[in-house]
């Protein structure tokens, strides 16, 4: 785990959505609430140490926390009007609060707010071309109250990698705003007149289309503030971070005379971000989203090239659905390229990996019959991962009290050699009940291992997650 990280997180969510036709336009709705209790949380006073800005709390204590997280979404879809054009919108909410169980118990409160208006132009019969823009704001409050007259509570105001500033305090509060802006474009065909926007085609497959294509690009923009003080806000430091992101994809799909049903898909992801902070703005500046770089002591960057191969089988039915599928096979490759540097501290450390998995799926128990003697339908997966460092680099010419304690475990475990493994099992029951359709329970568990060591000796170990699901459909 990263040294920010909790030593074990346990989290229950409910979940409901569904969608409703209103004449020729679509709704849709989410609604999802979440409990989450986190162990042994040290140096992190704030909702996620690892969200991107590196102006956050710590102090010497550390302890359990736990949070609550409330999540609302809605969205809407038009036709399409002249058999060209339609248009979309959904709107993201949610709020979430979370605190520490033991003193000086530092408590904070977030909120998210995401719009999303999105269209679609028709450009043929088998060709679509689509853009979309997504705006953000987020405000994190921070509280922390200390009631004691013991002497090893110290609170440190991070601001890079190994910079920080400290010192004993009775009560604090920081507040962090922040907004996004996220542009994408997309293009997507096909070599037949059936469906034309790449989705997978169920029922007739003779409407399944030989060749299908899409192609996507986004560049991102983000910037949050921090103010130590809420009444009377201190300005503390602002951190930016602007990305790229484009995916290319292609499927094959054998015809419907076919008595195999092979599906080939491959697809490329190439996804780029780079952050930078800076502790010098006025209170008061109304900046764009770049800061001023003679100014900047943080920089933040990562690359990342992955490219994914699939195989699947139509179902007894001609289904092209992966998850209906008697036998899907995939397999990924990813490269990644992480450096972080701190001006003022004169560190910096870099990381590159190159990561590989390979995934089994199976549906058994379909309309064909397969798989019933478990007597209900089932969908077990599988799959087997590995990691291995290309190489990596540290650079410090401070040492501060964090190089040991948050920046060499970080880089330790951003490089760490690993291996990985999981299994999901899900069975599916058909319900007839108060408008009951189905009943799915899910299964899964994955664990993950290094044998690589920290730089004091210690192992960078095992980290298991397991989980279990019970869906009820309508």
Do not use: C
């Not at 949610?94 to 409160?109: C, E, I, L, W």
């Not at 108060?434 to 290094?450: E, F, K, P, Q, Y």
């Amino acid at each position: 785990r990263r040294p920010q990280s909790p030593l074990q997180a346990d989290v229950g969510k409910f979940r409901t959505e569904g969608w409703q036709p209103l004449g020729l336009w679509m709704a849709s709705g989410k609604f999802e609430y979440a409990r989450r209790a986190e162990r042994g949380v040290n140096w992190s006073g704030v909702a996620d140490a690892y969200a991107g800005t590196p102006y956050i709390w710590a102090d010497t204590v550390g302890g359990d926390w736990s949070a609550d997280e409330t999540k609302l979404a809605a969205s809407v879809g038009t036709p399409e009007w002249l058999e060209k054009i339609a248009f979309g919108a959904e709107v993201n909410y949610a709020v979430s609060q979370g605190s520490r169980q033991n003193d000086p118990r530092p408590f904070y409160r977030r909120r998210d707010v995401g719009v999303a208006p999105a269209v679609t132009i028709r450009l043929a019969a088998a060709h679509r071309i689509g853009s979309s823009v997504m705006l953000g704001w987020t405000q994190e409050d921070g509280e922390m109250g200390y009631f004691t007259t013991a002497t090893d509570f110290i609170l440190y105001r991070l601001r890079g990698l190994s910079t920080f500033d400290r010192g004993a305090t009775n009560s604090s509060d920081r507040r962090t705003t922040g907004r996004s802006l996220v542009w994408s474009a997309q293009y997507s065909g096909n070599s037949d007149s059936g469906d034309s926007d790449g989705r997978e085609v169920r029922g007739d497959r003779s409407r399944v289309a030989m060749w299908q294509w899409a192609v996507s690009g986004n560049l991102s923009a983000e910037r949050a503030d921090t103010y130590d003080g809420i009444s009377i806000p201190q300005f503390a430091g602002r951190f930016v971070r602007n990305g790229f992101g484009a995916t290319a994809r292609v499927r094959y799909a054998e015809p419907a005379s076919s008595a195999a049903g092979n599906h080939i898909e491959m697809s490329l992801a190439f996804k780029e971000t780079d952050g930078r902070g800076a502790e010098d703005f006025s209170s008061d500046m109304q900046s764009t989203l770049e800061p001023d770089f003679l100014a900047t002591n943080v920089i933040d960057k990562s690359r990342q090239v992955s490219a994914r191969l699939e195989w699947w089988q139509a179902n007894s039915k001609g289904e092209s659905s992966k998850v209906q599928s008697p036998l899907w096979v995939s397999g990924e490759i990813i490269f990644v390229d992480l450096s972080r540097k701190d001006i003022v501290g004169e560190t910096a450390w870099q990381a590159t990996t190159t990561s590989a998995a390979l995934r089994i799926s199976s549906s058994l128990g379909t309309s064909s019959g397969t798989g019933q003697a478990w007597g209900v339908p089932i969908f077990l997966s599988a799959y087997v991962g590995t990691t291995v460092p290309v190489q990596s680099g540290y650079e410090e010419a401070m040492p501060t009290r964090f190089s040991d304690i948050l920046v060499r475990p970080d880089l330790a475990v951003n490089a760490a050699r690993q291996v990985r493994a999981g299994i999901m099992l899900a069975a599916e029951v058909p319900l007839a009940v108060a408008g009951l359709s189905l009943m799915r329970i899910v299964v899964n568990t994955d664990i993950a291992h290094s044998s690589d060591r920290f730089a004091d000796g210690s192992a960078i170990g095992q980290r298991t997650a397991a989980g279990i699901r019970l869906e009820v459909i309508y």
